[in-house]
């Protein structure tokens, strides 16, 4: 459909001058931008203007102006089709990995649609897409949050079954591990299956913080007793052959020694990897000692 | 204009675009100003003996990513810091006209003042009076009514909190008290028409997170704008950003980020007293631990999350927390070598100036100033008071001699500008308390 806009008189973009940090526009962006913030100021809430905010955020996904001024607009407009608004939403997306304030819209749409009458499945796609070109995609994961909390799909299998996939695709993704930190954890009741399928992923590839900082978290949040965890972490060291396959793993120990009350163990791991395996940590490692010590 | 002038006109165009844009480092040596550090460091990338033979999308970028650094560090014997040529390249991204393409930043007009300005203060230079009233002037373009409706990213745009952020530190960095003072009030309601139970909207219909929290903080702090209204149900909210990793998230059960968790442990010494306070509202340990697990062995500079690549930006957004973290637990926690290294071996661009993110990169305003903040916190020596008088703990942060070989200004590691400024500001909007 072609809109009129000729009778819009665009505002000025920073033509002041002298002026610092000044941004010469092309026409095209003085145009659609100079006309678009016009026509924001008067409050109009249009389809011509719904299209002007289409071809700002075509110009600049960043500006966050134009998003705001979009979202007023479907208030305002009747019979408003919002699910045709999440498939445009899509195609912004794919073009601007990096952009966020996408996703936030994204939930005020779909808030809009109202949490009952929405299938969060018809989400899986375009997420799967964005965390196909960058899979630890921030923005995209914390919407995969927020969905997974808004649509209690915590019993999904679906959802563990993509998690799983993702680690099983690179196991030091740790946006997946904390994904999965969130999904599993609503409850107790998979404590015991988490742990076992923590350790395997471990053994996989023991160098991994991603891995260790899942298996002693839920330790952490569960109360549960880290030593029980010494005879796994013998597997990735032989202190007499000096072989170590994996830090974490030692750190783990002079942990579970310090609650033995082995300080000189607890020491020995310490120094390690203070002079060994993690030296870029010495402060921090000598600063353990200090406290055991002390 | 003539052919030859406008021929003219069209080379300084090209220059100052080549000199904004940066570019890859040339062999040629040439003699330039440029500080060389004289004591040696004590510290070299390093690979421990570890054996992973896993491989997958990270592991492939990481071997990747540190050949290119095993390159840059056996190129250079000695550190050095190019202190004039990033003043040069600051002044003339000041001043320039730029490109259309840079309309990307069109919603970060007050951004750009901030990284520009608060980069000049800390290498020391002078900011004429000129440069003051042009800078207030950029400022007040973003002022919507006096503040009624908050401060944007450009002229015409829409009130956003963490551009008020940038804007309120910019105007701090050139002592416009008197404009700040006629605003402040104005500020004070538009946060309040943001807030929600737990924190506060980045802008109408945006979202809440620990960075809005954080923005909030810091202006209303160093206006003197702060109450319990205000105030009511973050630091709650706050604790629960925390992750099982240690870091904080943006909101509660996402991911650690170094950003996010700067933006965190730095509202506690906004909304606490006593560094005892802090330690104890949340858990000190594993945010300890997950903080000096961002540097890595072989990089000596900071990544943003467990498994991610080294990024110049976290020299500040993890480096701001060394001052914090060390004062709190009264011991000495991380390698600032590794980190200064880093900073001025992988990402100083020194033909042109200015900083990258990491080497293949180019240069850019907020890697520029976020990589001389790291520096400015590892070269000066903090000390952290409580005192009584004090509205919060961020406030008893001050600069005790450091070596500071690269004579750089000494950031405050909450507020984010340098610490003289944060006095300064204190004493208008506090001194007659």
Known sequence: MDFDYSDIVPVDLNTETPQLCQIIYSDEYKLIMGKLLSLMKQKEYSLRALNLTSLGIEQL???????????????????FDYYSELDWCEQIALDNEKNYQIWNYRQLIIEKIGF??????????????????????????SFRKWLVEKFNMFESEKEVEFVSNMIELDVKNNSAWCHRFFLRFNNEKNVKSEIE?????????????????????????????ITELKEFCFKFLNLDDDKVSSSFALETLAKIYIIEDDKESAIRMYTLLKEKYDPIRCNYWNFKISTIEN | MSNNSKRNQKLKDINYIIKLLGRKRYPIITEMTSTEISNKSNWKPYNPPIKDTYTSLTTVSQDEFHKVLSDEYSQIENMKFYKDIHVDYLNVALNSKYPSGFKSLDANHTWMIYWLVNSLVLLKSEITKDTKVLVRDKIESCIIDDGIHGISGGRNQIGHVASAYAAILSLILIEEYELLNRIKDNLYNWFMSLKTDYGFRMHEHGESDTRSIYCVLIISTLLNIKTEELMSGVIENLKCCQTFEGGFGNVENCEAHGGYTYCGIASFLILLKSKNAVKHSINFDSLLYWSVSRQGNYEGGFNGRTNKLVDSCYSFWIGGTIPILESIEENKLFQNDGLKNYILTCCQNDINGGFIDKPGRKVDFYHTNYALSGLSIIENEYVLNENESDDCLAFGFDVSDGLNELDIGCIHPV??????????????????D
């Open chain 1, 61 to 79: 996904a960043s500006h966050y102006t134009t998003w705001i001024y979009r979202y007023d607009i479907i208030n305002n407009l009747p019979n």
């Open chain 2, 415 to 432: 507020f984010a500008i340098p610490i003289e400024k944060v006095n300064e500001c204190k004493e208008f909007f506090y001194g007659n």
């Open chain 1, 197 to 225: 399928y923590v350790k395997e992923k471990i053994e996989l590839c023991p160098q991994n913080a991603s891995t260790w900082n899942y298996l002693i978290g839920i330790f952490e949040k569960f109360d549960l007793e």
């Open chain 1, 116 to 141: 009952d009458n929405y299938d969060p499945i018809r989400e899986y796609p375009i997420m799967e897409a964005m965390l196909d070109g960058d899979n630890k995609n921030h923005h995209v994961w």
